[in-house]
């Protein structure tokens, strides 16, 4: 199984700031197929990021992602009070897919 | 828009069948992925597994062949089934559909709490 590891554990921003979340393959990634996700409490995950850079219909553009191979990165690029929230990064190259652990940006 | 949403018995006991049923407006189940996905505080995020456009299966060899996901394309819906079941399986399962020709779960029901007790 692919192992993901999402860093930092927790991200303290502030509003308008810019974050960047890792997420790091044990192996590479199949055609780079590295989804990322968003969750807040009680609600379900939230499609962010697909194919490591596409973004679904209606995700603000402050939300991109980058990388290649075994290497990802999410970048929100101004922080707004409805990004605070787990992020999670998930595999779907190879079976079984696999997801991270996530990383929590909360406000500083 | 497509919506999804899980049902089924909120409480199983040990070593029964947790049946779930994923039921799909604003689209057919004859056409994308059809995930399915649980999360628990102990294990976060688990693929259980999926049913494609042509009703081939791939499963987590981590639940060992308890597993059946299946679908009725009457109803509109997709099912799973996981038997066997213990404590750890208890979890919030989501039903998810791909957003696009890759499997990657893109719209997602609301989940549904099951607990495994006696």
């Known amino acids: 199984e692919v192992v993901l590891t999402q860093s930092p554990g927790t991200l303290s921003v502030s509003p308008g700031e810019r974050a960047s979340l890792s997420c790091r393959a044990s192996?590479?990634?199949?055609?780079?197929?590295l989804a990322w996700y968003q969750q807040k409490p009680g609600q379900a995950p939230r499609l962010l990021i697909y194919?490591?850079?596409r973004r679904p219909t209606g995700i603000p553009e402050r939300f991109s992602g980058s990388g290649s191979g075994a290497d990802f990165t999410l970048t929100i690029s101004r922080l707004e009070p409805e990004d605070f929230a787990v992020y999670f990064c998930?595999?779907?190259?190879?079976?079984?897919?696999?997801f991270g652990r996530g990383t929590k940006v909360d406000i500083k | 828009q497509v919506q999804l949403r899980e049902s089924g018995p909120g409480l199983v006991k040990p070593s029964e069948t947790l049946s779930l049923t994923c039921t799909v407006s604003?689209?057919?189940?004859?056409?994308?992925?059809w995930n399915w996905i649980r999360q628990s505080p102990g294990k976060g995020l688990e693929w259980i597994g999926y049913?494609?456009?042509?009703?081939?299966?791939d499963y987590n060899p981590s639940l060992k062949g308890r597993v059946t996901i299946s679908r009725d394309t009457s109803k509109n819906q997709v099912y799973l089934k996981l038997a066997s079941v213990t404590a750890a399986d208890t979890a919030v399962y989501y039903c998810?559909?791909?957003?696009?020709?890759?499997?990657?779960?893109?719209?997602w029901g609301q989940g549904t709490l099951v607990t495994v007790s006696s």
């Open positions: 998810a559909r791909s957003v696009d020709v890759v499997p990657a779960p893109g719209y």
């Open positions: 049913i494609f456009y042509s009703g081939g299966t």
């Open positions: 604003g689209g057919s189940v004859s056409s994308f992925y």
């Open positions: 998930q595999q779907y190259g190879t079976s079984p897919f696999s």
């Open positions: 194919s490591a850079s």
């Open positions: 192996e590479s990634v199949r055609s780079n197929y």
